[in-house]
């Protein structure tokens, strides 16, 4: 049966409302970024662009690397926003978009995001690399879906909800694990660790301007819990959702993000861009494989 009109909503050139892209021009490998910006750095690492289109702060870039083939696409900030991409993403890769219905074999995607983070631990530096092996969202996005268990982490969700004693007016956090095969490709050499997403940058992140955040040392809080030996590295907006989504859908996932801020240390990183530049293309090289060759 056809999805109505009003629930998966089509651009008037028949792709997805706010990617922009259909399953033709939607590579296997999707990169995400967050700054609309930072999807021209893929055009300084691809040997060629076969696509290109930008609605809002979504710009995409699908093109080749010794002959694989990716998608960069950019969010913009927050789970929100996360909500939008990866549901279209799984659209464009799952269903026959001109008349609204699933197709018949499931398309898996690889989705890494390349991001920027806070550091919640002294030891990691900024310009430092972190690989996500979980992910703790305390956006509260995936608890609007039914999504099953593959992949979430319920002990992990007990373990912290008794660790952070949240008040209950707040979203329930969720905890959700990252592509252990992604994980092995990309990470060598970084650090690994817990990521937890926040539903904002100042508040949600521990940040006092003029309006003091409701849970005290918050990321004192988050920095000394850990699971199974894995402790919480980082601070940022995006992952929880991404692995929520990917797992609930049947996709891979993994997020690695660079450290632009080292809360204990109180130091910023402002200018990244050719470290970042840097680290796209170690993960491009990274994700090809090793009888890579040209793709449909």
Partial sequence: MAIKESELVLAPDGSLYHIHLT???LADNVLLVGDPDRVNMFKEVFESVEHESQNRELHALTGRYHGERFTALSTGMGCDNIDIVAT????AANFDLSSRTPL??????????????????ADIDCGSLVASRYAIGLDGLMNYY?????????????????????????ATPYCVRGSQALL???????HHGITVTAPGFYGPQ???????PSIENLNEKLAAFSWNGTRVTNLEMETSAIFGFANALGHQAMTVCMIVANRPAGTFLSDYHQPMKAAIGRIVESLISPDSGARP
């Fill in 146 to 170: 039914q999504h099953g268990d593959q992949g979430f982490e319920h002990e992990m969700e007990a373990a912290f909800a008794k660790h952070m004693q949240l008040d209950p007016r707040l």
């Fill in 206 to 212: 521990g940040r006092n301007i003029r309006l003091a």
């Fill in 88 to 91: 279209e993403l799984d659209a």
């Fill in 23 to 25: 399953g033709e021009n």
């Fill in 104 to 121: 018949k074999e499931h398309r898996a995607l690889n989705m890494v995001r390349i991001g920027t983070c806070g550091s919640l631990q």
């Fill in 184 to 190: 092995d490709k990309i990470g060598n050499g970084m």
